[in-house]
């Protein structure tokens, strides 16, 4: 077997490797990339390969570049409160939550995944970007009693039809019977972890926390042994399901100079609740005026898309274009081809009144312009039927 070279993209201890690195180099990772500061596992096989794997059974991911942010102490509720327009007193200890954190303006910070693991006791894992810094700014100044610290907690994620099985092999009924979004503390044969019904798949799905990082190695081989009669593999996260599934990737589909209200999050902003939050007032200023532009759903003509690398430039119909006069109107953030939809599927940012179902684009794709149309997403399963099952 082939091992990848690390020094193509290293130079120096500077990126951080994660517990399961070895592990994930004695599978044969081919690609990596950098998130968090940290190496990122994306390919193990052929893309589409390891998207059917996930579809039809059960794939295994290193996402500990999910790094953590725990807040603690006792003011550690009000606090966390603070940062997302989220109302957390909706989150019961044991529970956990997709949020957005914002900023003064409105605009995104980071979407984490949120659990409670106790009234004043709080993780954030992390999508790419410094969010210990932020809160640590935050907290400066805010006369609230908090710590805050990255622990000593690297997640993996076990997705697909099958990790049920694993999970119920791993630690029984009682946590592969998990609800969608809540999560046990627990341990593997004296291994501490977190187990948690959540996933970037769109799949059913599991992410295991673990709590030990020296035993990273030791609980990857056991997550393998369970699922191996069952075909389990590892995988980097599939960007085709993903993007199916109408999941969005921070830093690509959304950033800090875009809002909720933009990507269709607006749902994550309880305007109503009593605790304050950051950006509240720029967050109802755009709530009452309407955003000027919107994330919109987008199919693609012609030949199979690699997944793109750049935000490709979109025109209006008959307005400009490529081969012709007028600066492009927005931007496709992310496309992909669909193997079970067969056609190119992804996400536009475009003026409100370009975002309407219908809606005739042109896309100046690698392969040169293509007719382009705004069509309704999720592209599949819209009411999440299948992680939740």
Known sequence: ????????????????????????????????????????????????????????????????????????????????????????????????????????????????VLLRLGENHFWLALADSDV?????????????????????????????????????????????????YWFAETDLDGIPVVVTRTGWSGEVGYEIYLREGSRGVELWDRVIDAGADLGIAPTGPSDIRRIEAGILNYGIDMTLDTNPYEVGMGWQVDRGQEGDFIGRGALARIAAEGPRRRLAGVEIAGAPLDLNMTRWPVWADGVGGAGGNGDAIGRVT???W????????????????????????????????????????????????????
């Open 1 to 112: 077997m082939t091992t990848f070279d690390m020094a193509l993209i290293q130079r120096g201890a500077r990126l951080r490797r994660s517990p399961y690195f070895d592990a994930t180099l004695r599978a044969g990772c081919r690609a990596y990339t950098v998130y968090n500061h940290m190496f990122l596992p994306t390919r193990y096989d052929d893309l589409h390969a390891e998207y059917e794997r996930l579809r039809t059974g059960v794939t295994v991911w290193d996402v500990s570049v999910e790094r953590q942010v725990e807040i603690t102490g006792p003011d550690a509720f009000a606090f966390t409160n603070m940062l997302t327009p989220r109302d957390l007193s909706k989150c019961a200890v044991g529970q956990g939550k997709y949020v957005l954190i914002t900023a003064e303006d409105g605009g995104i910070v980071n979407d984490p």
């Open 338 to 389: 669909s193997p079970r939809l067969k056609r190119n599927i992804g996400y536009a940012m475009v003026p409100t009144a370009l975002a309407e179902l219908g809606t005739r684009l042109r896309v100046a794709t690698p392969d040169g312009e293509r007719q382009a149309a705004v069509v309704p997403k999720p592209f599949v399963d819209p009411d999440k039927e299948i992680p939740k099952s």
């Open 132 to 180: 210990l810094l932020w809160a640590k700014g935050v907290a400066l100044n805010s006369g609230l009693d908090v710590r805050l610290r990255e622990p000593d907690v690297s997640p993996m994620q076990v997705q697909g039809p099958k990790s049920k099985e694993v999970v119920r092999r791993l630690f029984g009924d009682g946590v592969a019977g998990l609800r969608y």
């Open 334 to 336: 992310s496309a992909v």
